[in-house]
C-alpha cells in the first residue's frame, strides 16, 4: 500500500521533468520545477510514515521553505528579463551564450 | 477501505493536475491545474497522518506560493499571442517519453523491492505541530537556521532585481 505512494512520487517527478524538457515558456517551466519539489516533498512524508520518524516532515519543511525562496527570487528574475526583452520564450533568454 | 479509495482518488487528481501543467499552452491554466495537483497532494499527507505537512501544503503552497505566481502571471498581462510559439513541443514530448519511461520503470522496480511496506499504526501524535516542532528544533537546528539565512538572502535578492533603478545604470 505505501509503496503506491512512492510510485505516484516518481510518476510525478517524471512528469515535472517532462515539462522541463519539453515547454518552452519560461512559468510553466517554473511550475513544472515546483512539482519536481512537491514529489520529492512526497517521497519524504512517504519514507517518514514508513520508518514512523518525523525527520521526513522537518526536511519536507525546509523543501517549502526552500521553494518559497526560489519562488521569489525566480519570479523577480522573470519579471526583469520581461521587462528587458518582451518575451517568455526560454530561448530568447540566452544572453551568456559565448 | 475508503482510504485505498481516497488514496486512488488523489492520485489521479494530482497526476491529471499534472498532465494538465506540461500540455496546457497558457500559463494560467497550468497554474490552475497544478493547484489541483497541490491540493490533492495536500490530501495524500493527511492520509499519510502528517498533520503539520498537510496544513502548511494548503497554506503555503496551494496559498502564497501559487498566488504569488498566479499575481505575477496576471501582472505581465500575458495575452494568447505574447506565449512563445511551441513548434516542436510534441516531438519533445515524444524523446522525453521515450527517455523518462525506462528511468520511471527503474525506479518503480527500485520501489517495489523495498522491505517492510506493510501498513503500521502511529499513535495519534505522529505528525502534530508539537513533535515536528520538537524534533525541528532539537535535531535540525542548524539547517532551520541556514534556510531562515537562506530566506533573508533571497528576500534581498528579490528587492534588488525588481526594485526601481534609482540611479543610473
Not at chain 1, 19 to 35: A, D, H, K
Not at chain 1, 53 to 79: K, Q, R, T
Not at chain 2, 9 to 21: M, N
Request: proline share 2%.
Amino acid at each position: 500500500m505505501i509503496q503506491n505512494y512512492l510510485i505516484l512520487s516518481v510518476i510525478l517527478f517524471c512528469l515535472g521533468i517532462l515539462g522541463v524538457v519539453s515547454r518552452r515558456n519560461v512559468f510553466t517551466v517554473f511550475m513544472s520545477i515546483e512539482l519536481m519539489l512537491n514529489a520529492a516533498n512526497l517521497a519524504f512524508i512517504t519514507f517518514s510514515r514508513l520508518h514512523e520518524s518525523m525527520d521526513g516532515h522537518v526536511l519536507a519543511m525546509l523543501v517549502m521553505a526552500v521553494a518559497a525562496a526560489e519562488a521569489a527570487l525566480a519570479l523577480a528574475v522573470v519579471i526583469l528579463l520581461h521587462k528587458h526583452k518582451g518575451n517568455l520564450d526560454t530561448n530568447v533568454f540566452s544572453l551568456l551564450k559565448g | 477501505m475508503s482510504a485505498e479509495w481516497l488514496f486512488y482518488v488523489f492520485s489521479v487528481l494530482s497526476v491529471l493536475g499534472a498532465i494538465g501543467l506540461v500540455l496546457f499552452r497558457h500559463p494560467m491554466q497550468g497554474a490552475m491545474s497544478l493547484i489541483v495537483t497541490m491540493i490533492s497532494l495536500a490530501g495524500l499527507y493527511a492520509l499519510l497522518s502528517a498533520k503539520l505537512i498537510f496544513v502548511l501544503q494548503l497554506i503555503v503552497y496551494a496559498g502564497a506560493i501559487m498566488s504569488l505566481i498566479l499575481f505575477i502571471i496576471m501582472f505581465l498581462n500575458i495575452q494568447t499571442r505574447d506565449l512563445p510559439e511551441e513548434k516542436g513541443k510534441f516531438f519533445y514530448l515524444l524523446g522525453g517519453l521515450i527517455v523518462l519511461i525506462p528511468f520511471a520503470s527503474f525506479l518503480i522496480k527500485v520501489v517495489k523491492s523495498l522491505p517492510g511496506s506493510q501498513a503500521t499504526i502511529v499513535g495519534s501524535g505522529f505528525g502534530g505541530v508539537k513533535e515536528v516542532g520538537l524534533v525541528l528544533f532539537q535535531d535540525w537546528l542548524l539547517p532551520f537556521e541556514i534556510v531562515s539565512i537562506l530566506l533573508l538572502v533571497s528576500l534581498v535578492g528579490a528587492v534588488v532585481l525588481a526594485g526601481k533603478r534609482r540611479f543610473g545604470k
